[in-house]
């Protein structure tokens, strides 16, 4: 292969306002690994990211993507390629422009990002064919993921699960369209047992765990940054009732939301001695 590296980054942290647009396509090859939940707009079909996925995109696709939540983390590298190599790149059955969960994989592929990293913008001996050498090896171990008996049985469930991910980012977005695990199990066409078993085989927490974490970071959010009242926060955030929210906030804050907005307990407990 004579795959040839642009640019690249490593462990990139974006911040919130991080939201990036080539709408005439990048200009070059991108590949993205996917360490932080996105949203990825690829040539006008929007897709919900969860971290541990990879997303290779071609040089005129109409690209746009940003975080779902507070921050967006990805490794990143722009590259050209010969009609060959792309041809080679498809044989390992390599997709572009979709994103492709590869899970625990990830780690392996991030390291050698690492290094290749180092020696794109290195001047010791060889650097250019240790970086060539790096980038050959990680597409083919990419390859290799893909293909594992592993990646398949990933795939195949993330393939049923587009549905279910834009389920979780909603919620976290906008907790009050979901009220129950009932009105998620009907959006899902599912079994209540049905999408509570599919959910903590995807994402590895239970369903119910998840949107109690995603109501009360938009409540923190809510709180902190508006000054609607706490029962409008509590609708906001998918309750039905102002007590449930403010003993749910408690439990798993240490604060009222009262506190919380004020800041004086929360500045309290976490001073410096």
């Given amino acids: 292969m004579a795959i040839h590296i642009g640019s690249i980054g490593y462990n990139h942290v974006h911040d919130k306002d991080f939201r990036q647009n080539a709408l005439y396509g990048p200009g070059a090859f991108l590949f993205i690994l996917v360490k932080s939940p996105a ?9 919900s990211v969860i971290k541990n996925s990879y997303v290779m995109i071609r040089r005129d696709t109409s690209t746009s993507y940003w975080a779902a939540k507070e921050n967006y983390i990805d490794d990143w590298f722009y590259f050209d390629m010969t009609n060959d190599d792309e041809n080679f790149l498809k044989q390992l059955k390599l997709e572009f422009d979709k994103p492709v969960y590869i899970g625990s994989a990830l780690d392996s592929l991030s390291s050698i990002i690492h290094q290749i990293s180092y020696e794109h913008y290195s001047a010791d001996l060889y650097h250019e064919e240790i970086k060539q050498n790096y980038t050959d090896t990680f597409f083919m171990l990419l390859g290799r993921i893909v293909q594992s008996k592993y990646h398949t049985s990933a795939q195949v469930l993330a393939s049923k699960n587009d549905k279910l991910t834009y389920l979780r980012t909603r919620f976290y977005e906008e907790p009050e369209l979901f009220t129950s695990v009932d009105d998620m199990a009907d959006f899902m066409s599912l079994s209540r047992s049905g999408l509570q078993h599919l959910y903590k085989k995807t994402f590895g927490i239970t369903l ?47 604060f009222t939301p009262t506190e919380f907005r004020n800041g004086d307990s929360w500045m309290q407990r976490y001073k410096p001695e």
């Avoid at 949203?39 to 897709?47: C, D, G, S, V």
């Avoid at 508006?226 to 804050?253: P, S």
């Fill in 208 to 254: 119910i765990e998840d949107v109690i974490l995603g109501r009360i970071e938009k409540a923190k959010s809510l709180l902190a940054r508006t000054n609607i009242n706490v029962a409008e926060i509590a609708a906001k955030c998918g309750y039905k009732t102002e007590f449930h929210f403010m003993r749910q906030f408690k439990q798993k804050t240490g």
């Fill in 39 to 47: 949203i990825f707009e690829l040539n006008r079909k929007r897709y």
